[in-house]
């Protein structure tokens, strides 16, 4: 969409918008690295004193 505006109006536009969503991408991945680690630790915690079956 801000490829077919006029002059330099789409780069003016694009570049911004590339990097917000290059961003967004960055923070999404950040969060879920954190969520699988916390979700790791509290498993090792919990998990701890649990006999396997043999």
Request: net charge positive; charged share 15%.
């Amino acid at each position: 969409m801000a490829r077919q505006l006029p002059g330099r109006l789409g780069e003016t536009v694009l570049a911004p918008a590339t990097r917000a969503f290059t961003h967004s991408l960055d923070m999404a991945a950040a969060g879920a690295a954190a969520t699988m680690l916390g979700t790791a630790v509290l498993c090792l915690v919990l998990l701890r004193g649990v006999r396997t079956a043999r």
